[in-house]
């Protein structure tokens, strides 16, 4: 794959490789809160087997998370992986815009 090919639909930031398949998906949903809080809520990522190891997910965190900063909303990681990358990259620069998960915040799909 040469350079991440990035898509978004209504529930994930996602990569296609060069075939247009998709390889990795970051899920989300919206929520505001009763004070009007907007939060983007990250239940999971996935990324396909064989393209693990390279830092796609890492990658892909990123983008979704700088998007959504920029467009306004505090981040809810509930997945993992995506709450251990918010405290562990930039020096934890992205700590200044996660929300605690709560209640609220989990749900079956």
């Known amino acids: 794959m040469t350079a991440p090919r990035w898509f978004r639909d209504e529930k994930s930031f996602g990569v296609r490789n060069d075939s247009g398949e998709v390889i990795a998906s970051n899920f989300y949903r919206d929520v505001e809160t009763s ?16 393209h693990r190891g390279a830092g796609l997910a890492g990658e892909l965190t990123k983008h979704s998370l700088d998007a959504s900063i920029a467009e306004g909303f505090r981040i809810v990681p509930v997945c993992p992986y995506i709450d251990q990358w918010i405290r562990e990259y930039d020096g934890g620069a992205y700590l200044n815009h996660r929300d605690e998960p709560g209640a609220q915040h989990f749900y079956a799909d």
């Open 35 to 50: 004070d009007g809080t907007k939060q983007r809520v990250f239940p999971r990522i996935f990324v396909e087997p064989k």
